[in-house]
Each structure stands twice: as structure tokens, then as C-alpha cells.
């Protein structure tokens, strides 16, 4: 058998312990997302204060983590969400999961509160804590740069820091954990987690070699992976130009969300896409560690007002939130956003919705369709700033204000969903569960109304990518705007697999050239799980699902699968779309959907658990 060990580590007291995890647990929930979905729900106790010191954060890597080759340069991090009040858990990519693992531990689980600020080093296997405050409140970039010259390893692929910056230790619940200065587990504010904790970083290095049972059939069966990783279309795209080579082809199907999600297209998406971001700021390109796709950007605006140093980025989800829908179309100022947005720590996909939510709150305000109280409020907490459509210089002060919780900023650090119910007009945040949506309209693409409606975490595309086949044909091409209940199949088809990505830990482009039938010989020859069937593994990820979705069922809320008003009310005024809303597809696709779950309302059943081997949850559902 190989070892799958995790470390323990009491903040409150500073000690540590080894836990080997039980072969049987792994079999059934892998690792990264499903592991740590098991374990919060049997350890983080119903009502739990995310923000508390009950809480826990799990910070977890897969059996596949680190192995060269097949783009398994990640990790993820679970603990209860202060977004959402449900399960959360975030994914991310760079170097740390590798490196983590080369420390010797496959994981890490935060408990209690410490009494003051600390970062943490773990160097083969040796665990040291150190005084954080001369970090608090520092920037991300800096606080590395810091760290690696204490431990003396100043070069940037050797080791890995995972730290968050001042949103995180402000408690913004729209914060991101962030790892080599420009990779983020984004979603669900799991950094103000780590912020109310008091960790402001964590460095891992170490020789430990990855374990493997059958290291010649396992070798066989990466190159085939990687084969197909490198050949397929889809990555060769995102090689040339990035996750933004979406920017066009998501606009030209009315699907790009524009000025807070009231229209479909954006007149100047040309101007913010990945080819014009080749053609004008791209320096290099870069991947994970591992990674044979290298989809990541490295950009550079050399002079004028939005000058900015190489840095990783901007992705096609950044451009999108803190473009399109904030009606910015100038580049240079996205880049620069982005930058600012990874120095301070913040998720750029919630941090873009939430101006975009402010920016209608203010023009409501100006027009008197705000309550007179609620508006003198907004107009006060402004002070200086003027969030109109397009104003690149407001959102780049909302983001040092948002990360400080300067005026305004203690309400934009809350996210979309509290900072419109505050002002009076909760209907417009668009968000699932609390959490901000991403980049495609589901009124243009008929699926993602099931995808973002079911997703365990709130909003989410990446739960289940239904955009895969809709718009790119993987592995079938279907109309858009049709609706069709084969598609619901599918939705259900990916979140399973997706499930098991999360938890092995891969990247989720991997799944565009890739299937279930390509991770058995893996898993076979890694782990010597020679009876293991691909059957049986998205039965795993089925497990995984009804595991997240028996969380937020014992909260008493979260549980329910609608969409957000403006998506089921407001026709689309413009596009291929164009007078469509996003009631019909959900309204035909649930019922399905619930019938090939095994759910009645958005409960497991407990004949399901049962099929899934989750007797023990049983109670939750009874």
C-alpha cells in the first residue's frame, strides 16, 4: 500500500501530528476535494462559525499530485465557506501541491486559532513556526520574497509559498489563498478562514520521493496521457493564447455577461481577448508545475498610467469580471487590476461581480431607485470615488479600499450578495448560494442553467463545464440555445468526473482530451488498485458529490438548486440570444436531473446513500 499522510496542525498550541490515512477512506474518496469533503463533514460540527475556531481548513493534495507530465501541479483546499455558510473549497494550480508532497505530507489541516500572526515552514518533514507580524498586512508578492530569503531558498522553482494578503487577514469573504505570487484557490473566501486563524503563510520543500507500486506500468500509462494531453486542439489553443481565447467565441454566442449581467455582448471584446493580449503585453508563456499545456500568461504593461511589472495573467474568468461586466475595455487596466487583485489576495471572479453589483447600486442611487436612505449611505461610504460603467481608476481604488475595509470597502469585502441586500436591491447580485457566477450566460447556453443552478459550492463552471459541449463540442456538439435532456446526462456525467479530477489532483483542461478510462491504469499501477473499474470511479465521484451536497443539507440551507432573478426574469436585449431567459431550461432540466441523482428537492434519499455506501451520513437525510 502506498502512504498517504496528512499533517495535523494545532495553531492554538503550535503542536503537530502525523494521521496516515486509512487505505479504505482513499479508495472511496481519492484525495484534495473528496477527502476533504469527508473529512468536514464528520469533523467541522453543524453551525460552525467559518470564521470560528472550529472551523478547519484542509489543504490537500491527490495520489497523483506531483508526477510529471499529466498537468498534476495542484491542490485543494475545503473548510466551511464565509461566503456561502455551506461547504467550500477551492482549486489551485503553480507549485505547491507538488512541493507539499516532496515536503512529506499529502496534506494539511489548520485547527484552532493562533494566538498571534505566524507563517509556517515544513522542510522534509520538519515543521517550524515563525513570527508572522512583520508580514501582517503586507502584500502577497512581497511576503514571499520575505520568506524565501529567511529560509534561504531565494529561487522561484525550488519549494513554494502559499500565502494570503490583506483581504484575507481583513476577513474579506471574498478573499483567495494564492501560491507563487499569481495562482489562487479563488473561490468561496477560504483565505479569510486562514486570515481569522492568524496564518499569513506556509512554505513547503523537501526530496521525498512520490511512492509508486508499479512504476513501469505507470510510467506507460503517463505518456499515453500525455499524448493525448498535448495533441488535442483544445490545448493547443489554450497554449497559443490562453485561457482568454474565449473572450471572442464566448462573446459571438451572446453568452459574454456585460454590465452586471443585463446584456450578452460587449462591443469591445476584441479589445480585451487573448489575441489581442498576445499581440500587445504577452511576454511568455508559462504552466504548472508538470504541465504540458502551459496555458498561463506572463504579461507586462511597460509605461503609462496602468504601468505594471511581469506578472502572471490576466485569465479569461479576470478579464471577463473586472472587464466586460464592469464595461472596462481597456487592457492595461485589467492587467493591472489583476496584478493588484493577486498582490492583495483576492478572488477575481467575486472581487469583478461585486464592483459590477456596486456599480448598478451607484447608478440606481444617482437615478433615486435605491431607498433615500440606503443611497445618502452608498453616496457617503464613496467618499471620492465615482464607480461608473468603465472607470478603470475607481476599481483600482475599490481594490486597496476592499482589502483595507476602507469605507465602502468594509461592504464591497463582504461580496455581491450581502453588499446588495445591504443597499436596498438584493436582486442585483447575481449569484448561486452566495457565491458570484462566472463568465458564460446561461440564457445563451442552456446547460449552464443546470451547471451553476446544482453546484454544491454556488455559482460555479466548474462543477460541470457544460460549455465543453455546448460551445466546443467535447465530446458532442450541441445547439446552445437548445434544450435538450440529454444534455442534463451530461451535467450530471461531468460533475461525477469532475469530482474525481478535483480529488486525484488534476487540471480540469485535462478533461477535454481526456476520460475516466485514461486514470484506472494510473490509479492501477500508483496504487496497486488492480480491480479498480472505471465504474467504480465515478461512483467515487458520485460519492463525492452527495457528500458536499449532505453538508450544506445538515446546515438546514444551501441545499436549494434555483437561479438568480435576473437570469430567470430579464429576457437578454441583445445577441443570438437575444429576448431568451434561463426559466425554461431549468424548469425542464431539474426534475430530470433530480431522477438521475436520486434526489427529492435537492436531498439525497436515503436509498441513495445507501447505493453509495454512505450509511453513516444517513441521519442527516432521515
Known amino acids: ?215 513501469e506500468r505507470f510510467n506507460k500509462a503517463v505518456k499515453e496521457v500525455t499524448k493525448k494531453l498535448s495533441e488535442h486542439p483544445v490545448s493547443q489553443s489554450l497554449h497559443k493564447y490562453g485561457t482568454a481565447v474565449l473572450v471572442n467565441i464566448i462573446n459571438e454566442h451572446g453568452a459574454f455577461p456585460t454590465k452586471n449581467w443585463t446584456r450578452g455582448t460587449f462591443e469591445k471584446a476584441y479589445e480585451i481577448s487573448g489575441e489581442y493580449l498576445a499581440e500587445k503585453y504577452l511576454q511568455a508563456r508559462k504552466g504548472c508545475w508538470g504541465c504540458v499545456i502551459r496555458c498561463a500568461r506572463v504579461a507586462e504593461v511597460p509605461s503609462g498610467p496602468y504601468r505594471t511589472p511581469v506578472s502572471e495573467g490576466p485569465e479569461y474568468e479576470t478579464i471577463w469580471a473586472n472587464g466586460a461586466n464592469t464595461m472596462i475595455g481597456d487592457l492595461a487596466a485589467i492587467i493591472k487590476i489583476n496584478y493588484l487583485l493577486n498582490d492583495l489576495g483576492f478572488d477575481t471572479i467575486s472581487f469583478g461581480n461585486t464592483v459590477a453589483t456596486l456599480m448598478e447600486l451607484y447608478e440606481k442611487a444617482k437615478k433615486g431607485e435605491l431607498p433615500r436612505d440606503k443611497a445618502e449611505e452608498l453616496l457617503k461610504l464613496l467618499q471620492d470615488i465615482e464607480p461608473t460603467w468603465g ?105 461525477d468526473y469532475f469530482a474525481v479530477i478535483d480529488s486525484l489532483v488534476v487540471c480540469k483542461f485535462n478533461t477535454f482530451s481526456t476520460g475516466p478510462e485514461d486514470y484506472v491504469p494510473l490509479l492501477q499501477a500508483a496504487l496497486g488498485w488492480d480491480d479498480l473499474t472505471v465504474d467504480e470511479l465515478l461512483l467515487i465521484g458520485e460519492r463525492i458529490y452527495n457528500v458536499e451536497r449532505l453538508f450544506a443539507v445538515r446546515e438546514g440551507h444551501g441545499y436549494r438548486d434555483y437561479l438568480p432573478k435576473r437570469l430567470v426574469e430579464e429576457p437578454l436585449p441583445d445577441g443570438p440570444a437575444k429576448g431568451r431567459t434561463a426559466r425554461e431550461a431549468l424548469e425542464k432540466y431539474l426534475p430530470e436531473y433530480y431522477r438521475l441523482r436520486g434526489w427529492v428537492d435537492g436531498k439525497p434519499t436515503p436509498e441513495t446513500l445507501k447505493r453509495l455506501g454512505l450509511e453513516e451520513f444517513i441521519y442527516i437525510v432521515s
Open 1 to 215: 500500500m502506498v502512504e498517504f499522510k496528512i499533517l495535523r496542525i494545532n495553531l492554538w498550541n503550535q503542536k503537530v501530528r502525523e494521521e496516515k490515512i486509512d487505505e479504505k477512506i482513499l479508495r472511496r474518496f481519492l484525495g484534495g476535494r473528496g477527502l476533504g469533503a469527508y473529512l468536514a463533514l464528520k469533523e467541522i460540527p453543524p453551525g460552525t462559525d467559518p470564521l470560528g475556531p472550529a472551523n478547519k481548513l484542509y489543504i490537500l493534495t491527490g495520489p497523483l499530485t506531483g508526477v510529471p507530465g499529466i498537468n498534476s501541479g495542484r491542490y485543494h483546499v475545503v473548510g466551511k465557506s464565509p461566503l456561502t455558510g455551506i461547504l467550500g473549497d477551492a482549486n489551485s494550480g503553480g507549485q505547491f501541491g507538488p512541493w507539499l508532497r516532496f515536503a512529506g505530507y499529502d496534506g494539511i489541516v489548520l485547527e484552532e486559532v493562533s494566538e498571534e500572526p505566524v507563517w509556517i515552514s515544513i522542510i522534509d518533514g520538519d515543521v517550524q513556526f515563525h513570527d508572522a507580524k512583520e508580514l501582517w498586512g503586507k502584500g502577497v508578492i512581497y511576503a514571499e520574497h520575505i520568506i524565501r530569503r529567511k529560509v534561504g531558498i531565494e529561487r522561484e522553482d525550488i519549494g513554494s509559498v502559499l500565502a494570503i494578503g490583506p483581504a484575507g487577514e481583513n476577513l474579506s469573504k471574498i478573499a483567495a489563498i494564492m501560491n507563487d505570487r499569481y495562482r489562487a484557490a479563488g473561490r468561496t473566501g477560504l483565505a479569510a478562514v486562514m486570515g481569522a486563524k492568524r496564518v499569513k503563510a506556509i512554505f513547503v520543500y523537501g526530496r521525498r520521493r512520490i511512492e509508486i507500486v508499479d512504476r
Open 391 to 495: 472607470n478603470a481608476d475607481a476599481v483600482i481604488q475599490l481594490v486597496w479600499r476592499t482589502a483595507y475595509r476602507i469605507g465602502i470597502g468594509d461592504y464591497t469585502a463582504e461580496g455581491a450578495k450581502r453588499l446588495a441586500e445591504h443597499f436596498g436591491s438584493p436582486d442585483s447580485a447575481v449569484h448561486v448560494r452566495g457565491l458570484e457566477l462566472p463568465a458564460y450566460d446561461p440564457r445563451a447556453i442552456t446547460s449552464m442553467a443546470l451547471s451553476y443552478a446544482t453546484s454544491n459550492r454556488g455559482g460555479c463552471h466548474l462543477r460541470a463545464y457544460a460549455v465543453s459541449f455546448d460551445v466546443l463540442g467535447v465530446p458532442k456538439k450541441f445547439d446552445p440555445l437548445a434544450i435538450d435532456l440529454e444534455k442534463v446526462k451530461l451535467v450530471k456525467w461531468q460533475q
